[in-house]
């Protein structure tokens, strides 16, 4: 396995941006990504060192840290400071809020003294960043040193999109620190939305009293739009929820009993397969959660339900599936194994030998056809909808690219591949080596979202279809899709 290094944050604008070209510019690293990615996609090579950042990921970061390739640095920034930032690419509008701060910064205190869990001050680092190198280097001796971080802008290779984040290249110094003072209305206006910042400032050690309110008295209040919305929508909430188990608990089956593993990719019916995996399996094989909808199919169809991936809250997850009750959403608990478990970090828990001994198996799906599938699963409910919006999004995002799940990053590890476009035939073949009809036991869920039929390639434009093939190439050429 590799050695992952994430950082997180309060919220975006906090200088994750700056902290992450400062540390792949500093220290010695095999593989970083030209700005954000989400922390699940990430692939590499063994024993190499990888730093990432994406600040919002914060939400998912107590359900993996008992991950132990995993690091995480946090940065707490001054809540004022951030809600008057603007970023490069909307300068027009205020960027976060006070609702993102305070959802993100709760997320993070749990993991407070963690082992692999360093908080880091934004204030500090720009103030003095050879000293938050050496905390870094304290936490985690096994970073190589290759400049000073106070030296960074003199070896920085930046990509364009940091470069737009981080307005240019120049040395690390405190100059955005405490320009809140120069946006007192937006002060104002974020307060009387979120309500007062004073016990958040003092918890953080910002402030030691509401006194620094007083330069507030008779502002008026700058009600200019935020970039994030300042109030989260119900379905938004519950959307999130489901979101976060999926990221931090990828779908997958361990079946002691039966002697396999499988390893779930994205929109390519993995679900199906789980709920008909699901009706064979004993009491001691691992189910990780889907979504509520899925699992009363599996519950219809008399699958096992989730069991022996977390422990503690079980138990209320199937009683609250049994009764019917979304509220299960709230009682989930998020353990080492999980839902799109990548087959790496399975082999990990499970150990190599296991992992060797069992049958493993996995489904792909032409790269073209999982874009429009994701285009339309991500804009179910909405009534006035954009596809091409959908597929930047999509593109933007790459939820489509699935072979970091059952590869490792080079080529796959499993001992077998079901393609989704010969599925009657490859789970004919499946069930054959499972000793199973999974045909005669296997649903068809997900799949009302999906309206315009036609095929992918003739939605796509081509310019469309070679990003596609570029980040896809592996699968491409495992599968021997035409491009």
């Known amino acids: 396995?590799?050695?992952?290094?994430?950082?997180?944050?309060?919220?975006?604008?906090?200088?994750?941006?700056?902290?992450h070209e400062a540390m792949v510019t500093c220290f010695r690293t095999n593989k970083h990504y030209d700005h954000e990615i989400r922390f699940h996609l990430v692939t590499a090579k063994n024993n190499d060192v990888v730093i990432t950042k994406r600040p919002k990921d914060t939400l998912y970061m107590p359900g993996v840290i008992d991950d132990p390739n995993l690091y995480v640095i946090y940065v707490t920034r001054d809540p004022r400071d951030v809600i008057v930032s603007r970023h490069g690419k909307s300068e027009d509008m205020y960027y976060s809020n006070i609702r993102l701060w305070r959802e993100l910064h709760a997320c993070a205190?749990?993991?407070?003294?963690?082992?692999?869990?360093?908080?880091?001050?934004?204030?500090?680092?720009?103030?003095?960043?050879?000293?938050?190198?050496?905390?870094?280097?304290?936490?985690?001796?096994?970073?190589?040193?290759?400049?000073?971080?106070?030296?960074?802008?003199?070896?920085?290779q930046v990509s364009e999109k940091s470069k737009v984040a981080m307005r240019g290249v120049r040395p690390i110094g405190p100059t955005s620190v405490g320009v809140w003072r120069k946006h007192l209305g937006r002060i104002v206006q974020q307060q009387a939305i979120h309500g007062t910042m004073t016990p958040d400032l003092v918890a953080c050690g910002y402030e030691s009293s509401p006194d620094w309110e007083v330069?507030?008295?008779?502002?008026?209040?700058?009600?200019?739009?935020?970039?994030?919305?300042?109030?989260?929508?119900?379905?938004?909430?519950?959307?999130?929820?489901?979101?976060?188990?999926?990221?931090?608990?990828?779908?997958?089956?361990?079946?002691?009993?039966?002697?396999?593993?499988?390893?779930?990719?994205?929109?390519?019916?993995?679900?199906?397969?789980?709920?008909?995996?699901?009706?064979?399996?004993?009491?001691?094989?691992?189910?990780?959660?889907?979504?509520?909808?899925?699992?009363?199919?599996?519950?219809?169809?008399?699958?096992?339900?989730?069991?022996?991936?977390?422990?503690?809250?079980?138990?209320?997850?199937?009683?609250?599936?049994?009764?019917?009750?979304?509220?299960?959403?709230?009682?989930?608990?998020?353990?080492?194994?999980?839902?799109?478990?990548?087959?790496?970090?399975?082999?990990?828990?499970?150990?190599?030998?296991?992992?060797?001994?069992?049958?493993?198996?996995?489904?792909?799906?032409?790269?073209?056809?999982?874009?429009?599938?994701?285009?339309?699963?991500?804009?179910?409910?909405?009534?006035?909808?954009?596809?091409?919006?959908?597929?930047?999004?999509?593109?933007?995002?790459?939820?489509?690219?699935?072979?970091?799940?059952?590869?490792?990053?080079e080529k796959p590890i499993v001992d077998f591949i079901v393609n989704f476009d010969n599925m009657q035939e490859d789970l004919t073949t499946l069930g054959?080596?499972?000793?199973?009809?999974?045909?005669?036991?296997?649903?068809?869920?997900?799949?009302?979202?999906?309206?315009?039929r036609r095929p992918a390639s003739e939605l796509l434009s081509q310019k469309v279809k070679d990003q596609i093939y570029k980040n896809c190439r592996i699968e491409f050429d495992a599968m021997g899709y035409e491009r």
């Not at 396995?1 to 902290?19: D, E, Q, Y």
């Not at 993991?111 to 934004?122: P, S």
């Not at 009809?437 to 309206?451: C, E, G, L, N, S």
Request: hydrophobic share 30%; glycine share 4%.
């Open 432 to 452: 054959d080596r499972l000793k199973f009809d999974i045909v005669a036991h296997y649903p068809q869920t997900k799949h009302k979202f999906r309206t315009n």
């Open 109 to 156: 205190r749990s993991l407070f003294g963690h082992d692999r869990f360093l908080n880091i001050r934004y204030e500090d680092f720009v103030n003095n960043p050879d000293a938050t190198q050496s905390q870094i280097t304290a936490k985690f001796p096994w970073l190589e040193k290759q400049h000073k971080f106070s030296e960074y802008h003199e070896h920085a």
């Open 215 to 409: 330069v507030l008295d008779g502002v008026l209040p700058d009600k200019s739009n935020s970039w994030y919305p300042e109030k989260k929508p119900f379905w938004q909430r519950i959307s999130q929820s489901i979101d976060a188990s999926r990221k931090i608990a990828q779908p997958m089956i361990v079946s002691h009993s039966k002697k396999f593993i499988f390893v779930k990719t994205r929109k390519t019916s993995g679900t199906s397969m789980e709920v008909s995996l699901s009706q064979v399996c004993g009491p001691d094989d691992i189910i990780t959660p889907i979504s509520f909808e899925d699992e009363l199919v599996r519950l219809d169809m008399g699958g096992t339900l989730p069991q022996n991936y977390a422990g503690l809250g079980e138990q209320r997850y199937r009683d609250m599936i049994k009764a019917r009750k979304m509220k299960f959403l709230r009682a989930r608990r998020r353990g080492k194994f999980f839902n799109h478990m990548p087959a790496v970090a399975i082999r990990e828990y499970v150990g190599k030998k296991t992992y060797d001994d069992y049958f493993t198996f996995s489904i792909e799906r032409h790269p073209y056809e999982k874009v429009v599938s994701h285009i339309y699963y991500h804009a179910r409910g909405k009534k006035n909808w954009s596809f091409d919006k959908e597929l930047e999004r999509v593109l933007k995002k790459k939820y489509y690219v699935n072979y970091p799940t059952y590869s490792d990053g």
């Open 1 to 19: 396995m590799f050695k992952h290094i994430h950082i997180v944050a309060c919220s975006p604008r906090s200088g994750t941006t700056l902290l």
